[in-house]
């Protein structure tokens, strides 16, 4: 099977080297390409500099948009899987052949790794396991279905998935949107645990309290709709 790992980079020059290196020697058998979200850093000059498989877009299309980039690009290479990888070095590759393989044999559309399933690794903070633990709970209240980690990046899906969200995928803070969509549309979602690490270098894009109200009503109300679509 073709498998790829989507890395969207935004002002990541700290961390890109990094997050190559661990793919190329812990996820054997996995090619990446990586979404330079127009940086605002020399992200795509260490990317050439060091020969990189890279996708550099011309206008910042924010997260959303350079997943399905990502995954747009994966759907016309032919890849059977694709997992999200984010180029800040939170994610660890070794998972990525174990959940390839619980993805295949559960017959998932997709997998979730969770930070909460075993508790190890990286929790995040306070404020942000609460805001959490609200979509987990929003997500079960309007499907009947537990996603303990509706936030994780770490995502990977089958052929199937990433035709559709090569089609159409959401544009801000997409992960609890895309998650919806999916259930909504009767696809398989599970989860399976992994540890995280924390951000190691950059910040994160709703670090600011103004962000994190506008991040927590946006995608309430984009869950909301895609529930009622």
């Known amino acids: 099977m073709k498998k790829i790992a989507i890395i969207p980079a935004y002002n990541e ?22 979404i330079n979200d127009c940086s605002k850093d020399n992200t795509m000059d260490i990317c050439l500099y060091n020969g990189f ?3 550099n877009l011309p206008i910042n299309l924010g997260i959303g ?5 990502g995954y747009l690009y994966a759907y016309r290479n032919g890849y059977d899987i694709a997992v999200q990888f984010d180029g800040d070095g939170q994610h660890d590759a070794s998972y990525l052949n174990k959940m390839a393989d619980f993805l ?14 075993d508790k190890e690794g990286f929790q995040s903070s306070k404020l942000r396991r609460a805001g959490i633990n609200y979509f987990t709970k929003l997500i079960k209240l309007l499907s ?8 994780s990046g770490m995502r990977m899906c089958n052929k199937k998935t990433i035709e ?24 398989k979602v599970i989860e399976m645990p992994v540890k995280m690490r924390a ?3 950059g910040v994160s894009s709703i670090s600011s309290m103004k962000n994190q109200v506008y991040y927590m009503i946006k995608v309430t109300l984009a869950i909301l709709i895609e529930k009622i679509r």
């Open 13 to 34: 020059k700290d961390s890109i080297v990094k997050t190559v290196n661990d793919i190329l020697k812990n996820a054997p058998g996995f090619d990446y390409v990586i």
């Open 53 to 55: 498989n890279v996708l």
């Open 65 to 69: 948009g350079a997943v399905q980039t």
């Open 104 to 117: 295949v044999e559960n017959e998932a559309d997709m997998v979730i790794g969770s930070r909460f399933i």
């Open 144 to 151: 009947g279905v537990t996603i303990t980690d509706p936030t």
């Open 164 to 187: 559709m969200f090569a089609n159409e995928y959401p544009r801000d803070y997409p992960e609890p949107e895309s998650t919806m969509r999916l259930i909504r549309h009767k696809r």
């Open 199 to 201: 951000r190691e270098e």
